[in-house]
């Protein structure tokens, strides 16, 4: 087990195929994950990615944290990760790592980790981040099947350790065939103090409320779904406001069907959001909905709890206990069920709304990313054979 004799610390480099905004929850939950990781006195955190020159990144530097970022630029070759190898050839060069944690599955930047990691005899521990879910697999699965014959079951085999957003994400992991242990640890989300508590307003107080979703315009989120449970309902005095980065032209198909179905009126997208005015919008919701197929986690869950917020969404998420913590509603992924919960929600008063918002931020108390850390710091020692083997790890 490598040690820096300078700091007497353990060296972990994490990698992850981009910090870009428009990745969504990674780009966030990966840098926020790194930063916990890095302020435990018995390891460093070095977080190799890659971007195209010009493009944003989502870092969150930290004072205090021991903790490096390499992000390597490029032109043109991001898609196929050589910027990303470079910079983790850099960080080998510089370091003994103790442990490679790779984010992500099935793109040319895992393939190459994985291959260092057998080169070096590195331990190599996995967060697939929902790309192992049923629903990703089957979308483009052709594509995928190829992958595994070719490379990717190899890759997978080789991981010393998988971790698990949810129990439902280590459950699809085992009916691959992958016996491997498992840590189960949630994504994290920084909750609120006190002084930014959300306070509800009667809707006659300020004109529509809103009911918000925020996340990526993705196929997978089940956003057509929701727009024809719109339909369905027609709220009165109500809002749906879209918010989130496009991804692969669906806003346009989503846009179309709300003209269709003559929604102008009542939904629009606003594009995509970050800081404060993210928090804005937050702040002005009454209710919370995601309508997605499938979600290894759901981070923007875990914000809008955090921000106070009930929140309706699918069995496709890993979120049972928004009806255990009366905070919410876990549906079917369907339409029906979709407008009859949403008519359910909608014809509810402020202050009831408020009581259930109030409950669901002190759930988002569990997602605090200082246990997160210190979690996954307990998974690594286990890895390394200087620790017991911790609760959150399952053997099969």
């Known amino acids: 087990m490598t040690v820096n004799k300078e700091t007497n610390k353990h060296s972990v480099i994490h990698t992850v195929g981009s910090l870009h ?7 966030r939950t990966v840098s926020q994950l790194t930063a916990a990781i890095a302020k435990n006195a018995r390891f460093s955190v070095s977080l190799v990615s890659q971007k195209l020159i010009g493009d944003p990144v989502i870092t969150q530097n930290e004072a205090g944290v021991d903790r490096r970022i390499e992000v390597t630029k490029s032109r043109i070759l991001v898609k196929f990760a050589l910027p990303l190898l470079k910079g983790l050839r850099t960080a080998l060069n510089e370091q003994q790592p103790a442990i490679l944690h790779d984010h992500g599955v099935w793109m040319p930047c895992n393939h190459h980790v994985a291959v ?3 080169k070096t005899g590195i331990p190599l521990v996995i967060h697939p981040r929902g790309m192992l879910e049923p629903w990703a697999l089957q979308h483009r699965g052709w594509k995928k099947r190829v992958a595994l014959r070719l490379y990717q079951n190899r890759n997978l085999e080789t991981v010393e350790l998988f971790f698990a957003t949810s129990e439902l994400e280590a459950e699809n992991i085992r009916q691959l065939g992958f016996r491997q242990p498992i840590a189960v640890i949630p994504n994290g989300v920084d909750v609120l103090g006190s002084q930014s508590i959300r306070a509800f307003q009667a809707g006659a107080e300020k004109g529509q409320r809103i009911a918000l979703f925020l996340s990526r315009i993705h196929p997978k989120k089940g956003l057509l779904n929701l727009v024809e449970a719109w339909a369905d309902v027609r ?3 109500w809002r749906l406001c879209l918010a989130g980065p496009d991804e692969n032209g669906h806003l346009s198909e989503v846009m179309r069907r709300v003209q269709v179905l003559g929604l102008g009126e009542s939904v629009e997208y606003v594009g995509e959001v970050e800081g ?3 928090a804005a919008l ?3 919701a009454d209710l919370f909905i995601l309508p997605s197929f499938s979600e290894n986690f759901g981070v923007v869950v875990a914000e809008a709890l955090a921000y106070g917020v009930p929140v309706i969404t699918t069995r496709g998420t ?5 009806t255990s913590n009366n905070c919410g509603w876990w549906v079917d992924p ?5 407008a009859i919960t949403m008519r359910d929600a909608m014809s509810m008063d402020s202050e009831k709304l408020r009581i259930m918002g109030a409950k669901g931020r002190v759930y988002s108390g569990e997602f605090n990313w200082a246990n997160i850390g210190q979690q996954t710091v307990d998974a690594y020692k286990w890895v390394l054979g200087q620790g017991s083997k911790p609760g959150c790890v399952f053997d099969d």
Do not use: C, H, I
Request: proline share 14%; charged share 20%.
């Open 21 to 27: 905004p428009r990745t969504g929850g990674p780009a």
């Open 116 to 118: 260092m990691a057998r």
């Open 235 to 237: 709220p009165t005095n």
């Open 276 to 278: 404060d005015t993210k």
């Open 282 to 284: 937050y702040e002005s």
């Open 318 to 322: 890993p979120w049972e206990g928004l």
């Open 334 to 338: 369907t339409v029906q069920a979709l």
